[in-house]
T-cell receptor
Framework: ETGVTQTPRHLVMGMTNKKSLKCEQH?????MYWYKQSAKKPLELMFV???????ENNSVPSRFSPECPNSSHLFLHLHTLQPEDSALYLC???????????????FGPGTRLTVL | GENVEQHPSTLSVQEGDSAVIKCTYS??????FPWYKQELGKGPQLIID?????GEKKDQRIAVTLNKTAKHFSLHITETQPEDSAVYFC????????????FGKGTHLIIQP
């Protein structure tokens, strides 16, 4: 496997279910991200992990719970979601920016989530 | 915080013609501007980027220009081909760490045969 992988690619769940999205990066990066992509909206940054520590929450509802056990893996745990949470969830990774530099983010293919 | 505006939301051009997508940003401290291409069923892929110390960058049929004074940057695609059909996102990085990248809403580019 190369790059950033995400599983599952598609997920349908009821509002009372609990599920988890998984992301794995094979690029040796030390920062990982969760984004939400809804139709006709900008990419919404949900969570950032830099050196395995969460650095940004962006007021995401508590029904989304991230986990980063190591620099290569990132999870998004889902519970009691709402239909408006249906979207494409994208994972990305990068090197942690240092000083005035910035290294590009590499995205996975996303998980298409439908909440019934 | 940073605000990135992107226009147009949809762009249809004839195959072989040029396409231009424009973005403006609000934070004068932004210093890195990547462009991403997202094909159907895939995640965004970086296609070109530019840093604030450069005014223009080219890579084959793709070029990006940056006007720091006006705080806008543009993506230019020449000799468009069917495989250029996709959604394109601009972004601006305003520093401050790993969370400093702000995306535009995207442009759906349609190449007409």
């Amino acid at each position: 496997e190369t790059g950033v992988t995400q599983t599952p690619r598609h997920l349908v769940m009821g509002m009372t279910n609990k599920k988890s999205l998984k992301c794995e990066q094979h690029l040796g990066h030390n920062a990982m991200y969760w984004y939400k992509q809804s139709a006709k909206k900008p990419l919404e940054l949900m969570f950032v992990y830099s050196l395995e520590e969460r650095v940004e929450n962006n007021s995401v509802p508590s029904r989304f719970s991230p986990e980063c056990p190591n620099s290569s893996h990132l999870f998004l745990h889902l519970h009691t979601l709402q239909p408006e949470d249906s979207a494409l969830y994208l994972c990305a990774s990068s090197q942690v920016p240092t000083g005035a530099s910035y290294n590009e983010q590499f995205f996975g293919p996303g998980t298409r989530l439908t909440v019934l | 915080g940073e605000n990135v505006e992107q226009h147009p939301s949809t762009l249809s051009v004839q195959e072989g013609d040029s396409a231009v997508i424009k973005c403006t940003y609000s934070d004068s401290a932004s210093n890195y501007f990547p462009w991403y291409k997202q094909e159907l069923g895939k995640g965004p892929q970086l296609i070109i980027d530019i840093r604030s110390n450069v005014g223009e960058k080219k890579d084959q049929r793709i070029a990006v220009t940056l006007n720091k004074t006006a705080k806008h940057f543009s993506l230019h695609i020449t000799e468009t081909q069917p495989e250029d059909s996709a959604v394109y996102f601009c972004a601006a990085y305003s520093g401050g760490g790993a969370d400093g990248l702000t995306f535009g809403k995207g442009t759906h580019l349609i190449i007409q045969p």
